[in-house]
């Protein structure tokens, strides 16, 4: 176990080192250039999309709407935000700021901001290239864009993306997952680890269990409740500590290209440490370039690539710039992250701090229900990946599996566990982000056509003016 722990270390040091953090953000930032900054122009026409999209009702002219796709789009992007949501904007956004400084908040913010283009690109190229299976379902992801429009012989390439989305769901998408809200109710309300797996197990498989439809259906409802409530939390928080905001936001911006001493427990981190831990943070939560959300784009009942985009890229903005901002602001408004305080028990003592008594229980629940959702959004990463493997018949084989597993990872000690489901996260990124550098074309001309009026559907035109 020890060398296999130094072996995923060496490769986990190299994968999600610079040169990976350079590719994430630089074909981010490339999308987002021939885009001309159309996912920031075009913000307030996604949310407007996103609302008309609730129901997906047919436009004039469309054929019905059950032949497009499963879910609705409003439902396609609470599936990939009840994958995005998770640990990465509780425990993530305190580790980026105990390792990174304050500073670290600015450059998940530019993350966020070029990983909206990257998430448009996703959604775009997951819904042109998508196929329908043996069983009538749409499916799609990196792996059919790779199939589909680089050709065969990228095939292997398709391949090696699905393999590692299929083994990683199992790591950062269930047992870290279990594990994570296992921890937070037994310290803070004494639940032993093993009922707190088999619970899990029992609500997630009938969940998991009834595919996309019921997958989606749930999250539709779950995710806009949790995070608005979250939300609602941290506002409170922010206006006890009102007097401290306005100095948070001089401390992100500030040392965000200045270094930090040392204070208290805090040891203090250079503006390199800044950039690099807000920039790795920020692509753990909100995933853009991982290849993981389109998957669930795919499904959307919709005929329009880049109608589906620009929802697809909402889940970036609603992840990092509203949620992970949130965490941020109530953290730097506290004095506990000085404190030498790392993870998630930052963030439930920050909260704490202003709430005495009931912030603790609070991140607690958050985090329980974050961690609960993430696994239903992984289970159709994972099963879609498994799928494009070894076909549709495997897709039942896979779902047991990946239920079975919740409760051992419950109960399991995950150091090795999350290493390894972080390395093949990372290894997820590299075959998605080659073919979205080599289909950006598509992204562009698909773009272009859009808001040029060549690719509007009868009855979108207002849509389209609002624009």
Same mark, same amino acid.
């Given at each position: 176990?020890?060398?296999?722990?130094?072996?995923?270390?060496?490769?986990?040091?190299?994968?999600? #080192?610079?040169?990976?953090?350079?590719?994430?953000?630089?074909?981010?930032?490339?999308?987002?250039?021939?885009?001309?900054?159309?996912?920031?122009?075009?913000?307030?026409?996604?949310?407007?999309?996103?609302?008309?999209?609730?129901?997906?009702?047919?436009?004039?002219?469309?054929?019905?709407?059950?032949?497009?796709?499963?879910?609705?789009?409003?439902?396609?992007?609470? +599936?990939?935000?009840?994958?995005?949501?998770?640990?990465?904007?509780?425990?993530?956004?305190?580790?980026?700021?105990?390792?990174?400084?304050?500073?670290?908040?600015?450059?998940?913010?530019? +993350?966020?901001?070029?990983?909206?283009?990257?998430?448009?690109?996703?959604?775009?190229?997951?819904?042109?290239?998508?196929?329908?299976?043996?069983? &009538?379902?749409?499916?799609?992801?990196?792996?059919?864009?790779? *199939?589909?429009?680089? #050709? *065969?012989?990228?095939?292997?390439?398709?391949?090696?993306?699905?393999?590692?989305?299929?083994?990683?769901?199992?790591?950062? &998408?269930?047992?870290?997952?279990?594990?994570?809200? @296992?921890?937070?109710?037994?310290?803070?309300?004494?639940?032993?680890?093993?009922?707190?797996?088999?619970?899990?197990?029992?609500?997630?498989?009938?969940?998991? /269990?009834?595919?996309?439809?019921?997958?989606?259906?749930?999250?539709?409802?779950?995710?806009?409740?949790? %995070?608005?409530?979250?939300?609602?939390?941290?506002?409170?928080?922010?206006?006890?500590?009102?007097?401290?905001?306005?100095?948070?936001?001089?401390?992100?911006?500030?040392?965000?290209?200045?270094?930090?001493?040392?204070? &208290? #427990?805090?040891? &203090?981190?250079?503006?390199? @440490?800044?950039?690099?831990?807000?920039?790795?943070?920020?692509?753990?939560?909100?995933?853009?370039?991982?290849?993981? @959300?389109?998957?669930?784009?795919?499904?959307?009942?919709?005929?329009?690539?880049?109608?589906?985009?620009?929802?697809?890229?909402?889940?970036?903005?609603?992840?990092?710039?509203?949620?992970? +901002?949130?965490?941020?602001?109530?953290? $730097? +408004?506290?004095?506990?992250?000085?404190?030498?305080?790392?993870? !998630?028990?930052?963030?439930?003592?920050?909260?704490?701090?202003? $709430?005495? %008594?009931?912030?603790?229980?609070?991140?607690?629940?958050?985090?329980?229900?974050?961690?609960?959702?993430?696994?239903? #959004?992984?289970?159709?990463?994972?099963?879609?990946?498994?799928?494009?493997?070894?076909?549709?018949?495997?897709?039942?084989?896979?779902?047991?599996?990946?239920?079975? @597993?919740?409760?051992?990872?419950?109960?399991?000690?995950?150091?090795?566990?999350?290493?390894?489901?972080?390395?093949?996260?990372? /290894?997820? !990124?590299?075959?998605?982000?080659?073919? /979205? !550098?080599?289909?950006?074309?598509?992204?562009?001309?698909?773009?272009?056509?859009?808001?040029?009026? *060549?690719?509007?559907?009868?009855?979108?035109?207002?849509?389209?003016?609002?624009?």
């Amino acid at each position: 176990m020890e060398t296999l722990t130094s072996i995923f270390g060496s490769i986990n040091g190299v994968v999600w #080192g610079p040169l990976m953090l350079i590719l994430l953000l630089g074909v981010g930032l490339y999308l987002q250039i021939g885009l001309k900054l159309m996912p920031i122009r075009k913000l307030g026409m996604g949310f407007r999309l996103l609302w008309q999209g609730r129901d997906a009702k047919p436009v004039p002219g469309e054929k019905k709407k059950d032949d497009d796709g499963e879910i609705s789009p409003f439902n396609a992007l609470m +599936t990939a935000l009840s994958a995005t949501i998770g640990t990465g904007n509780i425990a993530g956004v305190a580790t980026a700021i105990a390792l990174g400084g304050p500073g670290a908040v600015f450059w998940m913010w530019i +993350t966020a901001l070029v990983g909206m283009a990257t998430k448009f690109a996703e959604a775009v190229l997951a819904v042109r290239y998508r196929e329908t299976d043996s069983t &009538g379902f749409h499916v799609g992801g990196p792996m059919f864009y790779i *199939k589909n429009g680089l #050709g *065969k012989k990228w095939l292997w390439l398709g391949g090696a993306f699905a393999f590692f989305g299929a083994v990683a769901a199992f790591g950062i &998408g269930n047992t870290v997952q279990s594990n994570s809200v @296992a921890d937070a109710l037994d310290s803070t309300f004494g639940i032993p680890h093993g009922i707190t797996g088999v619970v899990i197990m029992v609500l997630a498989g009938a969940v998991i /269990l009834g595919g996309i439809k019921r997958i989606a259906k749930v999250a539709g409802k779950l995710v806009p409740i949790m %995070g608005i409530l979250y939300v609602i939390a941290g506002l409170l928080v922010l206006i006890i500590n009102a007097g401290q905001v306005g100095e948070a936001f001089r401390l992100i911006f500030y040392y965000a290209f200045n270094p930090i001493a040392a204070a &208290g #427990g805090f040891a &203090g981190a250079a503006v390199m @440490a800044a950039i690099r831990f807000g920039v790795a943070r920020g692509i753990f939560s909100n995933e853009a370039g991982l290849g993981s @959300a389109p998957i669930a784009h795919a499904a959307a009942r919709t005929k329009n690539p880049v109608r589906q985009g620009m929802i697809a890229m909402l889940g970036t903005f609603i992840d990092t710039i509203v949620i992970c +901002t949130i965490t941020a602001l109530v953290i $730097l +408004t506290s004095t506990v992250w000085v404190e030498g305080e790392a993870g !998630a028990s930052l963030t439930a003592l920050s909260f704490d701090a202003a $709430l005495p %008594g009931f912030g603790n229980q609070i991140v607690s629940v958050a985090l329980a229900v974050f961690a609960f959702t993430t696994i239903l #959004g992984w289970s159709f990463y994972g099963e879609k990946c498994f799928q494009f493997l070894f076909g549709t018949r495997s897709i039942m084989l896979y779902r047991v599996l990946f239920v079975l @597993a919740i409760p051992l990872g419950a109960m399991a000690n995950l150091g090795f566990i999350w290493l390894m489901a972080d390395t093949f996260n990372a /290894l997820m !990124a590299i075959p998605n982000l080659i073919a /979205l !550098a080599l289909l950006s074309p598509v992204v562009f001309k698909l773009t272009r056509e859009y808001f040029d009026g *060549k690719d509007i559907l009868p009855g979108e035109e207002l849509d389209h003016d609002k624009g």
